[in-house]
């Protein structure tokens, strides 16, 4: 049995391994980072765990899905999944996040809009997370009185959940107007999962949701402060880039599945977003297990 351990670091902040104090719901650990650029964390964990993104971007892959996020977005890792989630090579995110897990967790993140085909969600008030988060940081000892202080930070971290919930219209149902628009969005988001590598155009997604493409980039923006066209190439380049490590295939084939005909217009666009080469963004990520005990823990963790 792993004992309870306190971190406190400029970057990185962070209470982990634990003891169960209910069947019911137990927090597991929670804490705050600010992440180097590619930052990544691949494997399977044991318990749910919710990152919420406070600044900078990223990308969280699921199941061969893979989504680009940024802040005011938070994303579910589900236990046995096998995931990857990285920090952006220029603009690192920041996020907080808490880790739990019990019987009513499935029924709680039900509540809070998540679901096995819903891993990422908006938020609305980044402060009152990360404000929960960073009170219960400072109760950080394992005497009764924090232990049920984090217990009732954990309940209030649930409660903003299920009112957030509410607050979006695609689930709670409310203004069907700005619902459909979020539909639209979510249409392109799984048309360009499901085709990505066929070396799609703006003009093919909007054809394919219906609507115009000044509109669909309108929507773009409101959702992902983004247009279609560059989120579409972080799409295409993140995948490659989840590729690149964990694969072996040939940069040429990664190219071709991340939806560019040409490699060499593959490795230009790569390079311009990683500020490194294919062929080298892979030998630096293998290079990292050969860094010092400290930062692969701290990877490791979160």
């Known amino acids: ?160 959940l299920a009112a957030n919930a509410e607050s979006i219209p695609s689930l709670s149902g409310s203004e069907p107007d700005r619902s459909a628009g979020s539909q639209y969005v979510s249409q392109a988001v799984d048309y360009i999962n499901a085709n990505y590598m066929h070396a799609i155009s703006v003009t093919d997604i909007a054809d394919h949701v219906g609507i115009s493409r000044t509109y669909l980039n309108r929507l773009f923006h409101q959702v992902y402060n983004s247009s279609v066209q560059d989120f579409l190439m972080n799409y295409k380049l993140d995948k490659a880039a989840f590729l690149l490590v964990n694969t072996e295939m040939p940069v040429k084939e990664i190219s071709q599945n991340a939806g560019y005909r040409d490699p060499l217009v593959f490795s230009k666009a790569f390079k311009t977003k990683y500020d490194v080469s294919p062929k080298n963004y892979r030998a630096f990520r293998q290079s990292l297990e050969l860094r010092e005990e400290r930062p692969l823990q701290a990877e490791n963790l979160m």
């Open 1 to 160: 049995m792993r004992t309870s351990k306190f971190t406190d670091e400029k970057n990185f902040h962070c209470l982990e391994d634990l003891q169960e104090t209910s069947s019911e719901l137990s927090l597991i650990h929670f804490g705050s980072e600010n992440c180097m650029p590619n930052h990544v964390f691949a494997g399977i964990r044991d318990e749910f765990i919710i990152h919420f993104i406070l600044s900078g971007h990223g990308f969280y892959s699921c199941e061969r899905n893979i989504w680009p996020l940024t802040q005011g977005q938070m994303f579910l890792v589900r236990p046995g999944d096998s995931v990857v989630y990285c920090s952006d090579s220029r603009d690192p995110w920041s996020y907080v996040w808490f880790g739990f897990k019990g019987t009513r967790a499935k029924s709680l993140l039900a509540q809070s809009g998540f679901s096995r085909d819903r891993l990422t969600l908006p938020f609305m008030d980044g402060e009152a997370f990360a404000g929960v988060i960073n009170e219960m940081l400072q109760h950080n000892t394992l005497t009764p009185a924090d232990t049920l202080f984090r217990e009732s930070g954990l309940y209030r971290l649930f409660s903003l």
